[in-house]
Every structure is written in C-alpha cells, then in structure tokens.
C-alpha cells in the first residue's frame, strides 16, 4: 500500500503504510587525485596522480579501472668509480582493474588485479633499471558489525611475485600489507552526518639472512617472529603497525569538515591533516592540508624508550585536492 513517491537526487524515497524504504540507485563514478610530495625538499617534479573510474552494473556487481602515478624527478646516475652520468627521470605507475560485489545487503568483497611498472632508471642498460611485477588485492567490507552503524572492512594487499630491477636472482619484495578499517557512524540526519574512523596497516616484508625475500605468504609470519637476522623481538616488529584516526562531519550534504592523525612510530611520521569538502550537483570537490613541522610530538615522544625526537618535516605542508564525478 503505496502512499508515496519522492524522488531525491539519484534515490528514490517509498512511502508505505508500515515504512519509508529508500531505493539508491548506484552511480557511475570519475574520481582524480593529485598532490605534492616532500615539500619540504622543493622539488617541483615529485608529485603523484591517481585516477579511477567505477561503473555498477545492476545484476552483476561493480567494476572499475584505476591508474596510480608518481613522478620522481630528473635523477642522476652514477658509475662504479662515481662518474656522473646522464639522468633519468624516474617514475612508477601500477594499473589496475576491480571487481566489487554483494554478497548480502550488508557484506561485500572486492578485488583489484594489477600491473606494476616501476621506472627507477629507465634506459639505464638493455632491459635494466625497470622492474615490472603484477599483484592482487582482495578485500571485504562488513556493515553493522555487532551494533547498527558499526562497519568494518579488510584487505590483503599486493599479494605477488617479488620485482627486479638489474638482476634476476636479487629481487626486491613487494609491499604486502594487511589493512583493517573501522568506522562509526556516529551521527545520520538529513541535516547532520558524523563520522569517526580508525586504519591500522602494516608492511609484512622479511628477507632471510642471504637477502633472499620470502614469499608474501610466508612473511606474514615470519616477519612477525623473533628475527635472528635483525635482532628484533615480536613487540618490537608490532610497533611497525600505522595508525590512523580521522573525523568526518557533512553539513546539510553540501560541505564536508574533515580532521585525521597518522603516527608512524618506526618511519616517524606524526602528521595532524585538515580536509575540506564541497558536494554540488555531480560533483564532488575534496582538498587537505598535512600539517607536521620538524619536531612535532616530540614532548610526547621523548617520554618513550627510544626518546623519538618528532616529525621529520618533511611533509609539512603537503597539500592534495580530489574531484569525484557523478553520472
């Protein structure tokens, strides 16, 4: 017993006699991401560039294709006795497709498969300084995890083969890395939208004590073990774990306040990041601030074992702005 019709945007809101059912009827997606890198050291051409795009389909779940970019600059090569030779400019891309699909209205899993081009010196020998690998990435999101409002996702990513860059027989691993995001929804109106979010994401890389990497499955254990080679115990390897924690509040659907903190206690990166975003129309405009001058947390710092002295700086003021494109 249909009482009612609106239509909101892309969504349609039912009205019944027993309920109000929205039905949302998915969108195809353009999404571009640019920012700066190291700002701190000026480089002008050390930037990176993502692009992607998403296209549901209505019976067979979602797919998309991606391109993620990062210039490196003009770089200069050197001989053996140190002579300068000419430079390259260094680059890497991986390019990717993925799959999405539902499982249940409330459980989704999803998979990347991609390409990895990794330019170091590019031109430096007949096949030498470049390393091409492939890897897979597969995930799963979980809404309304033990409570309403209480989301979980997971993903393993870049499972594959090691890469090259001169010799076959001394590869380098790839990054495999486990990602756990958590994310309430603290607050849903029509009007006001509040989020809170937690990522932890760890690197499971270990070599043997021949410089050997173990296989992605294989490190996930033993990279966490007690380390003959590197001396390291468990505990020791669990503060490789960074943590993100990030706010998100929308105003009436229309802008976006947004405020995150990383801390990386081995690569020490101590970053405090400012967003803001604007939804007009089909478009979506996003841009952050990473605020993380030399020193930042250090009062904090100094009090634990190995009196870390803050941020680098690094990144301080590094900057980056996003466009998502609805059709």
Known sequence: NVKGLI??????????????????????????????LLPE?????????????????QDWGTIGGFVNYIMMGENAVYDAMGHEGKTRKSWEGVFGL?????????????????????????????????????AIDAALLKRNLFIKNFDLGFMLQNMG?????????NPDP???TLRLGLVYRALQTPVHDLKFLLDLNREFVRSDSSGKPDPFYKALF????????????????LEETNVNLGME???????????????DYIGVRWEWTLGLGIKYGTLNADFSYIYSPEGF???????????????????????????????
Do not use: C
Request: hydrophobic share 40%; net charge negative; aromatic share 16%.
């Open 249 to 263: 509040y929308w105003y009436a659907n229309f802008v976006a306040l947004r405020t995150g903190f990383l801390a």
């Open 41 to 57: 050291f000026n480089i002008p051409d050390l930037w990176h560039a993502y692009a992607a795009f998403v296209y549901p389909t």
């Open 222 to 237: 033993t990279d966490l073990a007690d380390d003959d080679v590197t001396g390291e115990s468990t505990m020791e390897k």
């Open 161 to 169: 083969p090691n890469i090259f860059y001169m010799d076959r027989s």
């Open 174 to 176: 790839i990054p495999f």
């Open 98 to 134: 993925s799959y999405g699909l539902s499982l249940k209205e409330d459980f989704s899993i999803g998979l990347n498969a991609k390409y990895v081009h990794s330019a170091l010196a590019p031109g430096l020998d007949e096949g030498q300084g470049v390393g091409q690998t492939f």
């Open 297 to 327: 947390m250090k009062g904090i710092l100094k009090h634990t074992k190995n009196g870390k002295t803050g941020s680098t700086g690094v990144r301080n003021g590094q900057w980056r702005v996003s466009f998502l494109f609805h059709f």
């Open 7 to 36: 239509d909101h945007d892309n969504d349609i809101w039912i009205a019944s006699g027993k309920a109000v059912n929205q039905f949302d009827n998915a969108q195809r997606q353009v999404f571009l991401f640019y920012e700066t």
